[in-house]
């Protein structure tokens, strides 16, 4: 089992950048792929991007290709999600999320891939 903690999260204006850092402890990180999803308000819960478990691999919803990056730490047990260039459009609590079942360089796109999630950290962005 793992626990995720996501912090980062703020009011930023169009344009700026923003770091969310996920920290999870518990059994081996490099055990897991990961994931960030994120839910703006009334809507539901979407992919934003995903690393392979020893970050080989990566994947970016079309939204956000180009502007956020997925770095992992498995040393520190981190998972970053650095966001450029911010749109209103990207305002929503954003979520980090384990799959314990992934090969050494799968990703997972899909929601119930994942069991472990973090509360999320708020993120808005205005125009």
């Known amino acids: 089992q793992v626990q995720l903690v996501e912090s980062g999260g703020g009011l930023v204006q169009a344009g700026d950048s923003l770091r969310l850092s996920c920290a999870a402890s518990?059994?081996?990180?490099?055990?897991?792929?990961m994931g960030w999803f994120r839910q703006a308000p009334g809507k539901e819960r979407e992919f934003v991007a995903s690393?392979?478990?020893?970050?080989?691999?990566?994947n970016y919803a079309d939204p956000v290709k180009g502007r956020f990056t997925i770095p992992r730490d498995n040393a520190k047990n981190t998972v970053v999600l650095q966001m450029n260039s911010l749109k209103p459009e990207d305002t929503a609590v954003y979520y980090c999320a384990a799959n314990p079942n992934s090969g050494w360089t799968s990703i997972s796109l899909r929601e119930n891939e994942y069991k472990y999630w973090g509360l999320g950290t708020q993120v808005t962005v205005s125009s």
């Open positions: 690393i392979s478990r020893i970050g080989t691999t990566q």
């Open positions: 518990g059994r081996a990180f490099s055990s897991y792929s």
